[in-house]
């Protein structure tokens, strides 16, 4: 029996996520991770059962922090909340979330179709636009149609900046933070009320 090496299993988790964020998970291969990884696809197998194995080894652990962290933020904002304080916050705690691990935030947020892990997105979204939704003091006959939309349509654009922000925090600050001043006026300039 060979014993399993925690440097090979390093870099195969290395190689792992570099192809996920690349390729997306439908198109990231057990073959292209182990070349990556510089090991046989046999080796890898003896690591890893399979990819969804390994998506969870690479993801599991940002996914819960990004999970608590987003639970206890929304535990605390409170229904009075200025909208301007609640784009704010969230925007602030997904800045804290790629500064941790951009690749990762990438591939929860936009490489993961085909996995449990997608839901994970749409979950953030309805969350965002259910606070929202109380933030703007929607009746309950309001279209809440129309917040999801631009709940996703942020995450979106958060997305699209993470994968082209490098690893300066400065830059991604600016970027993130011009986006919820851009989306909160817009926010402001819907007319929900009769």
Known sequence: MQILKPKIRARILTAA???FCNKGYRDASMRSI??????????????FDGKENLLDA???????????NLNRLFSDIRSETA?????????????????????KFIILMGQ????????????IVWQ????????????????????????GNFF???????KYTDENR???TIRINGLTNYHLTGLNGISLKP
């Not at 979106?156 to 993470?162: E, N, V």
């Open 83 to 103: 909208n301007s304080r609640l784009i704010d916050m969230i925007a602030g705690l997904i800045i804290y979330m790629i500064q941790k691990d951009r690749r």
């Open 170 to 172: 400065e830059k991604l």
């Open 58 to 68: 690479v993801l599991a652990d940002f996914c819960r922090e990004f999970q608590s």
């Open 112 to 123: 993961s179709d085909g996995t449990p892990y997608r839901a994970i997105r749409q979950k």
């Open 128 to 151: 965002i636009t259910d606070k929202l939704r109380e933030s703007l003091d929607f009746r309950e006959d309001q279209d809440r149609y129309l917040l999801e939309i631009l709940s």
């Open 156 to 162: 979106s654009a958060i997305l699209a900046i993470a």
């Open 17 to 19: 996520e570099q192809q």
């Open 34 to 47: 182990a070349g990556e990884a510089g090991i046989s696809v046999s080796n890898l197998y003896k690591y």
